[in-house]
């Protein structure tokens, strides 16, 4: 089922993103992640692609074991890193054998080993091209990314949002944002959309804060900031992992919540293959 039809008959719920396992253990805890979160009746479950140097094979094999679980909707992210026409159709080819409906498409990032890797020079320079492709095969429902305090490639917002407005206008179904911790910068994303008549739906990507300094390093490669008031709370639990990630499960409840009173009911969950933190937050703001 498209993604879009479900987040149009569902009002509200909650997405899963998940990444693909390398090891046979790191199979089996994806396994006990989606036993668990699918009691939760994900509105769909994403798979990322080639992100955090993870090879693009591990996708293809960790979206077969999600579609396993026949009651959820997977939708497997695809990047234009290396990507060809042929490839890309052979893929597409698969997916829709096996009841693929949904794809997230992106630009990636540059590959690590690669110093000199310039995206002007793939046969798919940005996720626009993949957009266009997707549109033109004609089965998919089309997620895209998209950045409320704006891509860090981009010198200003109304740049972030001229390019955005572009990649939407290709095709895009419905958007997911980067992670944020400070919802202001998505009600201005929203807002900013809304100028330029942007009217799919936009789910918030929520990252759960569990350790201030990994997450705010993590963040930072894709200007996502940490508010001083929120850092200072989770600091004073420096040495204390357990209640600095206690902590975050609350910083992270209340930011739902302001979510949530301000009518925003459907999550996409960065899940990072871990479901404690995840059941936590969900089990207080449902
Ligand atoms: P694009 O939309 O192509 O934008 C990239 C940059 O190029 C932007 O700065 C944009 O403004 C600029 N740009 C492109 N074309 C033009 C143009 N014609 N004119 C002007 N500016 C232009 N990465 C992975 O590798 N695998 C994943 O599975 C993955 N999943 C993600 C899921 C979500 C929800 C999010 C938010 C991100 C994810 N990413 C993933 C990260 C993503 O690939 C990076 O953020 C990447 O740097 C940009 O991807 P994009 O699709 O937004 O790129």
């Known amino acids: 089922m498209q993604i879009s039809d479900i987040l149009k008959t569902n009002e509200r719920g909650v997405a899963f993103e998940f990444f693909p396992p390398k090891t046979a253990q790191g199979k089996q805890a994806l396994l006990e992640t989606v036993g668990i979160l699918k009691h939760y009746k994900p509105l769909y479950v994403s798979m990322t692609y080639g992100a955090?140097?993870?090879?693009?094979?591990?996708?293809?094999?960790?979206?077969s074991l999600l579609l396993k679980e026949q009651t959820l909707e997977v939708m497997p992210h695809l990047t234009c890193v290396g990507a060809n026409a042929g490839a890309i159709q052979g893929l597409l080819d698969d997916y829709r054998k096996?009841?693929?409906?949904?794809?997230?498409a992106l630009r990636g990032?540059?590959?690590k080993e690669c110093r000199d890797f310039d995206f002007n020079k793939q046969e798919f320079s940005c996720a626009r091209d993949l957009v266009r492709v997707l549109k033109a095969a004609g089965h998919f429902c089309i997620g895209v990314a998209v950045y409320p305090q704006g891509h860090i490639e981009t010198d200003t917002l109304e740049q972030d949002m001229e390019y955005t407005k572009l990649k939407i206008d290709a095709g895009a179904d419905f958007a997911v944002t980067q992670m944020f911790f400070d919802n202001t910068y998505y009600y201005a994303?929203?807002?900013?959309?809304?100028?330029?008549?942007?009217t799919i739906p936009v789910l918030p990507g929520i990252l759960p804060l569990t350790d201030v300094t990994k997450v705010k390093q993590f963040a930072s490669l894709c200007r996502a900031t940490i508010p001083r008031s929120i850092e200072e709370r989770m600091e004073r639990y420096r040495g204390n992992p357990a209640d600095m990630e206690k902590e975050g499960i609350d910083v992270t409840i209340e930011l739902c919540r302001d979510l949530v009173k301000n009518g925003v009911n459907q999550f996409h969950f960065f899940t990072l293959n871990k479901p404690k933190v995840i059941t936590a937050i969900l089990d207080a703001i449902r």
């Open 109 to 111: 990032d540059p590959p």
């Open 98 to 104: 096996q009841g693929i409906d949904n794809i997230m």
């Open 189 to 198: 994303l929203l807002e900013r959309m809304h100028k330029k008549k942007i």
């Open 52 to 63: 955090g140097g993870v090879t693009q094979e591990y996708t293809k094999d960790a979206v």
